[in-house]
């Protein structure tokens, strides 16, 4: 079965270093979200990626974060001068068409700043 | 702001059992998706409901969507040491499928 890969699965980093986490989407997947999870929290949406285009971003993807699809394959996401509550589990997603339909996540990075 | 309050927000349970966990909220959504999420691992989708009233059934999981579209509601029969795990529940606002809104889960042991 088809599935998303996320790397590194963990990311140890010290406070205001810049990080990027790469995810490989499904080949065939037209739509690329990053969302986080902090221990303990609930699931938050980052950001909706379509046609090499931002279609939709949260209050927390604010400057400090970026998002690119380079090459066609790999989706990342970067984040500059990272801080201490940056610290959470950062999950890729994909899926082939809009509307309702669900995603498929990948196992996730997590990332810890120190 | 929209909100999914799942309940209740830990659940022990003998294997064989059958259980119910919530997912309530006062919006009204287009679609609503039930997720299953292992320690370290990404969420993994079980079910899309888009229809109120809409019953799915996979296995021993039965999943209803309310028909106001607000809620939903996921029931297991006969629970096994394998259905340990946290259930999601997501859902997209009506009118935007570019995000979803989780809810907090449902923490679910099944004991042999």
């Known amino acids: 079965e088809p599935e998303v890969t996320q790397t590194p699965s963990h990311q140890v980093t010290q406070m205001g270093q810049e990080v990027i986490l790469r995810c490989v989407p499904i080949?065939?997947?037209?739509?690329f979200y990053w969302y986080r999870q902090i221990l303990g929290q609930k699931v938050e949406f980052l950001v909706s990626?379509?046609?090499?285009?931002?279609?939709?971003k949260s209050e927390i993807f604010d400057d400090q974060f970026s998002v690119e699809r380079p090459d066609g394959s790999n989706f990342t996401l970067k984040i500059r001068s990272t801080k201490l509550e940056d610290s959470a589990m950062y999950f890729c997603?994909?899926?082939?068409?809009?509307?309702?339909?669900?995603?498929?996540f990948g196992s996730g990075t997590r990332l810890t700043v120190v | 702001t929209q909100l999914l309050e799942q309940s209740p927000q830990f659940l022990s349970i003998q294997e064989g059992e059958n259980l119910t966990v919530y997912c309530n909220s006062s919006?009204?959504?287009?679609?609503l998706q039930w997720y299953r999420q292992e320690p370290g691992e990404g969420p993994v989708l079980l079910v899309t409901?888009?229809?109120g009233g809409e019953v799915k059934k996979l296995k021993r999981l039965t999943f209803q969507f309310g028909d106001a579209r607000k809620d939903s509601s996921l029931h297991i029969t006969a629970a096994q040491p394998g259905d340990t795990g946290l259930y999601l529940c997501?859902?997209?606002?009506?009118?935007?499928?570019?995000?979803?809104?989780w809810g907090l889960g449902t923490s679910l042991a099944v004991n042999p």
């Open positions: 919006s009204v959504f287009s679609s």
């Open positions: 997501a859902a997209f606002n009506a009118g935007n499928n570019r995000k979803l809104i």
């Open positions: 997603a994909s899926r082939m068409t809009g509307g309702s339909y669900g995603y498929t």
């Open positions: 990626f379509y046609n090499n285009e931002i279609s939709e």
């Open positions: 080949s065939n997947h037209l739509y």
């Open positions: 409901v888009v229809t």
